[in-house]
Antibody, heavy 122, light 107 residues
Framework: EVQLLESGGGLVQPGGSLRLSCAAS????????MSWVRQAPGRGLEWVST????????YYADSVKGRFTISRDNSKNTLFLQMDSLRVEDTALYFC???????????????WGQGTLLTVSS | EIVMTQSPATLSVSPGERATLSCRAS??????LAWYQHKPGQAPRLLIY???TRFTGVPARFSGSGSGTEFTLTISSLQSEDFAVYYC?????????FGQGTKVAIK
């Protein structure tokens, strides 16, 4: 069974930075596209970012472009999300997600972690 | 971006009854659409991809249909474990976009 374990969430002041991590196991991480999806309190799901298996091709939602950076370490089966210039509206539960498909075809969000909570507040 | 609109916002259904959820895309996504189930405190779960293909392990009472801009998720006979929020999502274009969700509640 696929395992995705997020960590790194916490309380940060507006303008601050934080890096989320996701430890992946029990699937071929090296050949999988991976994503971050978030859910703000009382709101729906919002796609944040996706990275191709090679770590070179990346995609971002406009709401985080230029502030967040997705990356991966295939040698350690770990996905990252570096979040800078954080805003109150970035407060959310952040899910690490395994995409279906074979790059360059990136499909639905097949498997999800339990999430890690980011709170941006002064 | 493609805007996904779900209706209704809340659907009150009795156990054993059929539930029909709708999703509309602002422009055609062909059949490049997925449905997810999300329960409080749990990870979201992929139910349907390709508009109508059940994901591994998803019970047959869940079915998806539609193409282009109009889609439907049907739960043929609601079980207690099916009360949750359901989201549609297109993966035809970037940015990926979700509908706002339909809450299926106990009547």
């Amino acid at each position: 069974e696929v395992q995705l374990l997020e960590s790194g969430g916490g309380l940060v002041q507006p303008g601050g930075s934080l890096r989320l991590s996701c430890a992946a196991s029990r699937f071929d991480f090296t050949n999988a596209a991976m994503s971050w999806v978030r859910q703000a309190p009382g709101r729906g799901l919002e796609w944040v970012s996706t990275v191709a298996p090679n770590g070179v091709v990346t995609y971002y939602a406009d709401s985080v472009k230029g502030r967040f950076t997705i990356s991966r370490d295939n040698s350690k089966n770990t996905l990252f999300l570096q979040m800078d210039s954080l805003r109150v509206e970035d407060t959310a539960l952040y899910f690490c997600v395994l995409n279906g498909g074979d790059f360059p075809n990136i499909y639905a969000f097949d498997q999800w972690g339990q999430g890690t909570l980011l709170t941006v507040s002064s | 971006e493609i805007v996904m609109t779900q209706s209704p916002a809340t659907l009150s259904v009795s156990p054993g009854e059929r539930a029909t959820l709708s999703c509309r895309a602002s422009r055609s996504v062909s059949t490049i659409l997925a449905w997810y189930q999300h329960k409080p405190g749990q990870a979201p779960r992929l139910l349907i991809y390709g508009a109508s293909t059940r994901f591994t392990g998803v019970p047959a009472r869940f079915s998806g249909s539609g193409s282009g801009t109009e889609f439907t998720l049907t739960i043929s006979s609601l079980q207690s474990e099916d009360f949750a929020v359901y989201y549609c999502q297109q993966y035809s274009e970037w940015p990926r976009t979700f509908g706002q969700g339909t809450k299926v509640a106990i009547k």
